[in-house]
């Protein structure tokens, strides 16, 4: 508050764009799990709030989006050029409301856990232990029911895992090769 305000004062308020965000948040009990470490939606999400001039008010996206993207949308809010060497990619066009998502899918991964997310469908591999998790976020947004084994989501699942094995090959990931 002391920040805007500042800005209110100082005239600047309405040519600042505001960026709230914070570190994954703990899981306390949600799938029998304490911390951070896995790959379901209460905890791979994160708060984002995004203010300031060319952004409407008042809206809530549900775009997934990627932390290192902020560098290279905050370039595009404010006109500058993206440096060459940014990998990320900017979501501006989200917040703008021009665009509803910024990606097709996601593809997370954390020591001895990768996932692969679509706008319907996650697939969380635990390549260890050679587990296989299949959630259908639109009929189970807590992620209850693992579908892996369920013969009816038989081509789903080969298809998430071959995309899977396709973002870890990009990535360099050496696992890839196991996740046939």
């Known amino acids: 508050g002391r920040i805007i305000e500042a800005l209110r004062e100082t005239g600047q308020l309405d040519n600042t764009i505001i960026i709230f965000s914070s570190d994954h948040g703990l899981g306390v009990g949600s799938h029998g799990l304490r911390g951070k470490q896995n790959m379901y939606e209460h905890t791979i999400n994160v708060p984002l709030i995004i ?4 952004i409407p008010q008042g809206q809530i996206r549900d775009a997934q989006v990627y932390l290192r993207e902020l560098y290279p949308t905050t370039c595009e809010l404010v006109g500058i050029e993206v440096p060459q060497s940014v990998e990320g990619k900017s979501f501006a066009q989200v917040l703008t409301g021009q665009t509803d998502r910024a990606h097709d899918h996601v593809f997370c991964y954390f020591r001895d856990k990768q996932m692969f997310r ?6 969380i591999h635990y390549p260890e232990i050679d587990r296989w998790q299949l959630f259908d976020l639109v009929a189970d947004p807590y992620e209850v029911k693992d579908l892996s084994g369920d013969e009816s989501n038989a081509l789903v699942f080969a ?11 990009a990535a360099g ?6 996740n046939n």
């Open 159 to 169: 298809r998430l895992r071959e995309a899977l094995r396709r973002e870890q090959v």
């Open 118 to 123: 679509d706008a319907r469908w996650k697939l």
């Open 173 to 178: 990931d050496p696992l890839a090769t196991n």
């Open 51 to 54: 203010a300031g001039p060319h």
